[in-house]
Structures are given as C-alpha cells and as structure tokens.
C-alpha cells in the first residue's frame, strides 16, 4: 500500500485544548482505479511512552493505579487503572519520557531499560504512537517514594505484583490498559523462550 492512492483535500480544526482535534476530507484511490471520499476526525496529544518495570531477582513487577475519567465516561466504575508508567513525550525522546516517568511515578530510576516496538493503540482515530520499553527496578533504584506529580493532578498508587499474579490480573480482566497487555504479553512469551 502507498500513501499516493490518498489525496488530502482539506483539514479542518475542530478544537484545540489539551489535545488537537481535526477533521480531514481525503479521496482514496481504490485498486480499481474509483475514487471514494472519506471523512476522518483525527485526534492529537503527541506521541507517548510506557515502562514495564521488573525486578528479575524477586520475579516481581511494579505497575502503577490511577484515576482516567475516559473509563468512567464509557461507564465502566473500575476506573482507576492497573497500568505500566506512561506519559506523553513532551518533547523528549521515548527513552528520556519513560526515565522521567518512572521515576515521576514510582521514584525508582530503572537501569538495563530495552525498546520492545513502537505501536498504534487506537489508529482509527488517534494520532498518537506510543514507544514500549522494559526496564528493571530493585531496592537500588529507589531514588523517593513515587505517586505522580500533585500539580499535574496525579494521586498514583505504586502495586507490586509476582510476575505470575500480574499475568493472571490480565487473563481475567484486572489489567484492561493495552499497553500493559502488550508488555506483560511480551514479558511473558520472553520467559517462555528462556525455557
């Protein structure tokens, strides 16, 4: 696929506040040639980061609880989410968001920090491309006791799990967030090739 079969005819912005919010008019060329016009409302908050991280001496993990109101306006009550650290790249690059987040959110400074991929979470409507990254976290690390910044509105729980219990929190629906499941997910198909 090439992106010459799609012509932008107009971008439009619809609101500008935290994020960018757009409405686009394209024309795509099909394969055979017919020419269908589209209409895609795109929404924009710049590119993100997450940070799984693990201590491999006590087989554990340390994920962080927070509040989002876009759970709760979907209805679901369980919105205060099991998740890895995260956070908007705010014009760092990927690897100096998720130092600055993890120690922002846990107080540790992670070490041996490895790329896994970078990923579209919701590409149908958001603009933003999230890098994954797992790094490692012991008593050594601990640099304060974590829990957000109070000024950017974060109240954030620190839950350490067993590797194990973490895995079966997203087999049964405690973890919903998708960038935890894609690193749990890849956390655990690493375990099982060192089998």
């Known amino acids: 696929m090439s992106s010459s079969k799609i012509t932008v005819i107009e971008t439009k912005l619809l609101a500008q506040g935290w994020g960018r919010l757009t409405s686009t008019r394209i024309d795509y060329r099909r394969d055979d040639g017919t020419v ?12 993100a980061a997450s940070i799984l991280l693990v201590d491999p001496g006590r087989d554990t993990v340390l994920l962080v609880r927070q ?3 876009p759970v709760l306006a979907n209805g679901d009550e369980n919105c205060f989410i099991l998740e890895a650290c995260a956070g908007l790249l705010e014009g760092d690059d990927p ?5 600055r987040e993890a120690e922002e959110e846990t107080g540790h400074a992670p ?5 896994i991929r970078d990923c579209y ?4 409507s958001l603009k933003e491309r999230v890098s994954l990254f797992i790094g490692e976290y012991d008593a050594t690390t601990r640099r304060h006791a974590g829990g957000g910044l109070a000024e950017e509105g974060e109240e ?30 890849h956390l655990a198909l690493e375990r099982l090739q060192r089998r």
Do not use: K
Not at 158 to 185: F, N
């Open 36 to 47: 269908t016009p589209m209409t895609r409302e795109v929404y924009d908050h710049g590119d």
């Open 67 to 69: 509040f989002r109101y």
């Open 95 to 99: 690897l100096a968001c998720v130092r």
């Open 111 to 115: 070490q041996n920090i490895r790329h």
């Open 121 to 124: 979470l919701s590409p149908g």
């Open 156 to 185: 954030i729980e620190l839950v350490e799990l067993a590797i194990p219990d973490a895995l079966a929190a997203l087999s049964d629906g405690r973890i919903i967030d998708g960038t935890t499941t894609i690193l749990l997910q």
